[in-house]
Nanobody
Framework: QVRLVESGGGLVQAGGSLRLSCAAF????????MGWFRQVPDEQRELVAI???????TYGDSVTGRFTISRDNAKNTVYLQMDSLKPEDSAVYLC?????????WGRGTHVTVSS
């Protein structure tokens, strides 16, 4: 069983930056793919960014060039640096991890970008 704990959300003005963190507890020594999705009410969950243990990264189209994902395998922690934030980036950001073929989700952290 893996527990994911997110932190770093909040309120920021458009053009600003935020850094999200997600620490994983439990599971195998190094989790497989970790990353971030985001959810807005009444819309589908959207891929933000994911990263494999060897550092291969995939970004959603709407955040490419503005967001950067990284991870510390020793700490089983994934980070999301969000720059040049826009009001449309406002959402609940959910941490995601894959471990031994099972998917896990965090409870989410709120990000609000004011115009």
């Amino acid at each position: 069983q893996v527990r994911l704990v997110e932190s770093g959300g909040g309120l920021v003005q458009a053009g600003g930056s935020l850094r999200l963190s997600c620490a994983a507890f439990g599971g195998t020594s190094t989790l497989s793919t970790m990353g971030w999705f985001r959810q807005v009410p009444d819309e589908q969950r959207e891929l933000v960014a994911i990263i494999t243990p060897d550092g291969t990264k995939t970004y959603g189209d709407s955040v490419t060039g503005r967001f950067t994902i990284s991870r510390d395998n020793a700490k089983n922690t994934v980070y999301l640096q969000m720059d040049s934030l826009k009001p449309e980036d406002s959402a609940v950001y959910l941490c995601h991890a894959l471990d031994s073929g099972l998917y896990y989700w965090g409870r989410g952290t709120h990000v609000t970008v004011s115009s």
